[in-house]
C-alpha cells in the first residue's frame, strides 16, 4: 500500500478500514487518546465515532475496552471488525455459558484486541478484578449521554464507570456521543471524573442529507412517488401510531414493496426479527414509530420519510440522522400537515404539568416555524443547535443548495386581503363576545363552519362568518400563523393562546396597509433537474449504474452465503466507486474507499471477475 504510506495513521486507516482519509476530527480524537490523555468525542451519527477507539486500539500491545448500552448492536459491531480483519469479541446477556467462557479463554490468552462489554456486565462482582488480570490499556465509553440523567436515554448502569476509573486511573478514557447539549456534556466530564479532558465537537452539518417538506395532501400517493426514487433501497417512514404503521406498511405490501411495521406493541422477539430482516435488506420500508431507530446503524438508509410532524426539531433531526450514515446522498422528507400542528397543541395543552406545557409548546412553535419557513433548512437546524452554517470554503452561507427551500424558493404572494379578513374577524369575535378565541375557532368562523360554540356564541351571525371560504382551512391556519409571526397579531401564552390584535395589525384595518406573505409549502416535488443539481450539490458521483447493480447483485449472494449484512460486505460507497472506476487490477482496487487488505484478500478477485464480466 506504498500509495499510502506517508502517515502511519492514515496508512493504517487503508491497511484495515480501506478509508483513504480520516474524517473531521477522527484524527485529532485518535492522536489525543494515542498520546495517553483522556477525550470526549462529540459527532453527529455517522461522524465515524467507532473509528476512533478502533483504530487506536490496533496499534496497541493490550486490550481495548468499549462500553455500549446497545446489546443488539454489539455483535453487528464485532462481526463488521472480524469482516475487517480485527480480533474483535463481546460479553452480554445474549450470549451462552458456553460461548461466554470461549470469550475468556481467549482474552486471557491475549488474542483479543477489542472487547464490546454492556454495563450491566461492568457491575458484575469481581469484573473489575478480572479485568486487573488482562492487559487493559484503554477504555471507551459509547452512547456516554447515557450516564446523564439529562440526557435522553439515562442509564443508571452507566454510573458504574465511575469505579472503573477509579480502579484504573492510569488508563485513558474516550467518551463518545452524538448528543451535545451543554449540561449533558459537563455531566459526562464530570461523571468520569475527566474534567480536565478535551472535547471535541464536530459540526454537525450532515452534508449528504437533503431536507424537504411537503405538504400532507394524500399520503400514500406522496410516500409512493417518493419511493419511485428510491428502487429497491432502504428506508424508513416514521408514524405517531402504531395503528398507522400497520396500515400504511399494509398499504405499501399491496403495491409489491417490502414493508413491514415496527413499534412498541410487538413482542421483542418480533421486533428483533423485523429489525433483522431490516437491516439484511429482507424487507425493504421500515414504517415505524419512534420506536425504531436507537439500535439500528445500517449505513445505507436512503430515505427516511417522516408521515406526521415529529415531536420537536431534536427528534427530526435524530430520527433524519439515521439516514445516509455511509455517507451517501439520502433524502429526509416530511409531509407537512397543520391539522398534525392543531392536535399535538391540543394534547400539549391538556398536560397538568406547567413546565412541561411551556417547553413542549415552545417546541413545537419551533418546529413550525422551521417546517413552515421559507429559509434553507440546512441553514435553520443547524442554528438550532447553535451552528453556523458554512459552505465548502469554510465561509458561513445562508443556502446549502440541496434542499426544498434553496431549489425552489417559495413565492411571496399578496396578501392584504387575506390578512383584513383574519383581523377584523378576531376583532368582531371579541366585540360581540367580550372575550377573545384561539386560532382554530377564528379560522372556523372565516370558513362558515357549524359547531356548538359557534351557534351558542352567535358567532354564525357575525359579518365575517363564512367570508374565508374560498380557502380550505388548511390555508387558514397556515396564513393564520404567517400573520402571528409577522407580529399583526398575536397569541397570548397567559390567557391560553387567545389572539389579540397589535398595534401593527390595527393599522392593516385602519390605513389599508399591503400585506405581503410567503406562499404555503410547495406542493410539487422537484423536477428532474433539479433533482439533479440537488445530488450534485449533496456529493453524488457519476458511475456506470449497471455495474452497480452487478455488484450489488453479487454482494448480495455473498452475504446470505456468510449470513451477513450486504454493508459488512462492502458499502454502497465503496460500490460506486467500483462502478465509476471499474478497476481491472488489484493495485486498482486497492485505490477505493473501503477496500483494506483482507476484503482485498477476500473478495478481490472476486469484484475484478464482475468487473471484467
Ligand atoms: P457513528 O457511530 O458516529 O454514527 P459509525 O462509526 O457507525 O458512525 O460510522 C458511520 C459509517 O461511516 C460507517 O459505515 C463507517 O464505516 C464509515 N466511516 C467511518 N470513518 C470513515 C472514514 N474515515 N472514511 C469513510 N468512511 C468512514
Ligand atoms: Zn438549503
Redesign the pocket.
Known sequence: MGLFSSDPLTAK?KEV?G?P???PL?REIIEETLAGKDALAI?????????CYQLPALTRPGLTLVVSPLIALMKDQVDGLLENGIKAAYLNSALNEEESKDTWRQLYRGEIKILYLSPERLMVEGMFETLAQLNLEFVAVDEAHCISSWGHDFRPEYRALKGLRDRFPNVPVLALT?SATERVRADILEMLGMSSARTFIASFNRPSLSYRIIPRLSPMKQIVEILADHKGESGIIYCLSRARTESVAEELVKKGIKATAYHAGLSGSERDERQDQFVQDKIQVMVATIAFGMGV?K?DVRFVIHHDLPKNIESYYQETGRAG???LPSECVLLYSSGDAAKLRQFIEQASDQTEREVAGRQLTQLLQFAEGSECRRVSLLRYFGEQYKGDDGRPTLACGACDNCLTPRQEVDATEIAQKFISCILRISKHSGFSVGLAHVVDVLMGAQHEKIRRWGHDSLSTYGVGKGRSKQEWLYYGREIMSCGLVWANPERFNVLEVTGEGMLVLKERRPVTLRAPLVTSGLTAEKKREQKKQLGAIEYDTDLFEKLRHWRSGVAREKGLPA?MVF?D?TLQQIAAMRPSSRSGLETI??IGEKKLALYGEAVLAVVGG
Do not use: V
Open positions: 486507516l478500514f478509508f482519509k480520516f474524517r477522527q459527532l453527529p451519527t455517522g461522524g465515524g465515532k467507532s473509528l452524538a446503524d449505513p450514515r455511509d455517507g454493508y458499502s460507497a474507499s473501503g
